[in-house]
């Protein structure tokens, strides 16, 4: 017996499984950023330097990455790295605090 091709049905099932691909891709590039962006954080720490610097624009992205970072290691129960993340991440809200005052 021949069974009819459903060129939809396939498309549709293909289109499914590249946004699920796509959607995993995604998900291990955003860790291997965040464990790699802890990395240098933890070796190299952040300069305050450089940080008093930054547009305020750049200072309120790495404020919500690091706002990022914390809540996953909250969620893996990481604690000693959310210590890391967060003491990098109040030098970023004293940058911004007087970035607000000038």
């Given at each position: 017996?021949?069974?009819?091709?459903?060129?939809?049905?396939?498309?549709?099932?293909?289109?499914?499984?590249?946004?699920?691909?796509?959607?995993?891709?995604?998900?291990?590039?955003?860790?291997?950023?965040?464990?790699?962006?802890?990395?240098?954080?933890?070796?190299?720490?952040?300069?305050?330097?450089h940080l008093r610097h930054l547009p305020q624009s750049e200072l309120n992205?790495?404020?919500?990455?690091?706002?990022?970072?914390?809540?996953?290691?909250?969620?893996?129960?990481?604690?000693?790295?959310?210590?890391?993340?967060?003491?990098?991440?109040?030098?970023?809200?004293?940058?911004?605090?007087?970035?607000?005052?000038?």
């Amino acid at each position: 017996m021949e069974e009819d091709f459903d060129f939809d049905e396939f498309m549709e099932n293909s289109q499914r499984k590249f946004e699920s691909d796509l959607a995993t891709y995604k998900e291990r590039m955003m860790l291997l950023a965040i464990e790699s962006n802890y990395d240098n954080i933890a070796k190299n720490g952040i300069s305050e330097w450089h940080l008093r610097h930054l547009p305020q624009s750049e200072l309120n992205d790495l404020n919500e990455t690091f706002r990022m970072m914390i809540e996953h290691f909250q969620d893996l129960e990481e604690y000693e790295k959310c210590a890391v993340i967060l003491s990098a991440k109040n030098k970023i809200v004293e940058a911004l605090k007087t970035k607000q005052n000038i």
